[in-house]
Structure formats: structure tokens, C-alpha cells
């Protein structure tokens, strides 16, 4: 997604009343995203979430593939990314390969991040952080 859409458009998310993603229905409905600037909508593929053992899980399920991932290497992004609407900066750029259990995927690379650094930790509780990203996914 280009960066400026973290401007322009709610996250597609179910928040909850503190702001941040819902526990217990994270998900909005599976459908295209409509991105004002853009012709068309980008086409759903799936879901990018951590499973109940913190392990970070891509399910494409409209490519009917899956990759449980572990982090292989990263980079920090560079200086000149966007820092996001929060102003946190931007997240690493990330090579992640699969931890057992994929199917049909075998790693991914995370580059090209806007936002999505930590707020840091200050209280007990949840915490999301906004950010955009270009996935590249491999058999």
C-alpha cells in the first residue's frame, strides 16, 4: 500500500474501545480494499496475524497458502521512510522464513514500511501501531 493511505483511510481493523485492534474479532469483513487515487480496488489475499504463541502467521487463504514464520534476518528502514500518523517511525524491513507447519510459501520479505514502530511500552495492557508495507511471498 502506498504510504500516504495511513492518511487517508481508517485502518482496516475492528478496534477496540482503547484504540487498538479487538482481541477476539480483529478482522473486518474479507473483501477488496478501495484506496482513494487508485482506479481499482487491491484484491484480498488474506490475513497477517501472530497466533496464540506469539509466532507472526500469514494465512493467504485466497491462494489457499500459509506460512508460520520465523524471523531470518532484518534491516532497519531507512531514514527517509515515512514515520506513520503516529509518528513512531518506520518498522524493519523484514526476511522471514517458515518455522514448520507452512503450506505452500515458504518465506517472505517485508520492505518498503511506512509507520508501525513501536509506541514503547508504558502500562500493563494492548497496543497497536499503524503501518503500511509491500509483502513479497515465495513458494
Known amino acids: 500500500l502506498p504510504s500516504d493511505v495511513l492518511n487517508t483511510r481508517k485502518v482496516p481493523l475492528n478496534r477496540n474501545d482503547d484504540g487498538g485492534a479487538s482481541l477476539t474479532n480483529p478482522f473486518p469483513k474479507k473483501q477488496p480494499l ?22 507472526p502467521t500469514f494465512d493467504l487463504d485466497k491462494a489457499n497458502q500459509l506460512l508460520i514464520a ?3 534476518d532484518g534491516i532497519k528502514a531507512p531514514a527517509s521512510a515515512p514515520a506513520g500518523p503516529e509518528g513512531t ?22 520492505v518498503l514500511t511506512a509507520g508501525g514502530a513501536s509506541h514503547g ?18 513458494g
Not at 41 to 55: C, K, Q, T
Not at 89 to 110: K, M
Request: glycine letters at 12%; proline letters at 0%; aromatic letters at 16%.
Open 89 to 110: 517511525g518506520a518498522v524493519d524491513w523484514l526476511y522471514l522464513g517458515d518455522a514448520g507447519g507452512s503450506q505452500d510459501v515458504s518465506l517472505v520479505y517485508r
Open 121 to 138: 511500552c508504558k502500562a500493563k495492557g494492548t497496543d497497536s501501531t499503524s503501518y503500511t508495507a509491500l509483502y513479497w511471498f515465495y
Open 34 to 55: 478501495k484506496v482513494e487515487g487508485l482506479r481499482k480496488s487491491i484484491a484480498y489475499l488474506g490475513r497477517h496475524f501472530f497466533n496464540a504463541a506469539g509466532v
Open 70 to 72: 520465523k524471523k531470518i
